[in-house]
């Protein structure tokens, strides 16, 4: 356990709160219980979530870490809080897809579930204001918030992290049928950032289909609670 003393809040976000500590260049995560879908329209707690989170978080932080993905995690400091490096967030909310579901299959007419030929990466500007439009790197760049070889590395490790994630899951009879990634920059260097959880991934039982992700809160499917742990203990007891 690390001697680090938690300072002030930095920022309250819909299901994470960030804190200051008493080191200049790290920071604690703190994972909350309350849950929101469609652009905070709907709002509810799963219990233990935050618990879950952030021990699933860590676990695939560390195991992409093996395999040289830089991360910004540090340490588990609790049961739902990890420490992390400070980072400039890159205000980009970057989207990798290898089956269809949610926005992909309303915007393109796609029935969910078909198997994607090749890895879909996209960009969304990440702005609760503009509901998360849709970018791409040339936006971007003309915004100033990325340059040519930063997206270069961004998209090498996002479409590393896909592979890599993929096969993890694959092996424990889960489907990893998308997720979102965040990246951070300090001085030159990008670190994959946030979270990796059934919060921002959609993972479903490779037999069953089973939903063992934030769908099951967005549209009411019913045992949000067991399917999270279900979720945790598949990834995490290996
Ligand atoms: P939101 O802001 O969308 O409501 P969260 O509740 O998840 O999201 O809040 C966590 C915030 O912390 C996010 O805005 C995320 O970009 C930011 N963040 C994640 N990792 C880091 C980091 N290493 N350094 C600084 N900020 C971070
Ligand atoms: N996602 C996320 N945060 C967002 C939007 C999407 O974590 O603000 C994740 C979502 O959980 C899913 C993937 O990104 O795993 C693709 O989401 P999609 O574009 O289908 O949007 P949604 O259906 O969540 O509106």
Redesign the pocket.
Known sequence: MSKIQKKEL?????????FLTDMEDK?I?EF?DDA?AFDGAKKGVIVKKGEINNAISAFLFEYLENYHIPT?FLEEISANQML??????I?VEVVLRNVAAGSLCARYKIQEGTVMEYPILEYYL?S?ELHDPMINEYHAYAFGHATPDETKAINRIASKVNAILKSFFDRRNLVLVDFKL?F?KKGTEI?L???ISP?TCRIWDKKTHKKLDKDRFRHDMGGVEKAYAELRDRITNS
């Open positions: 930095l920022y309250e976000g819909k299901a994470k709160r960030i920071l995560q909350k929101t910004h992390v490096r400070k980072l400039n967030i205000p990440k609760d965040e951070g670190y950032a946030d979270e919060d």
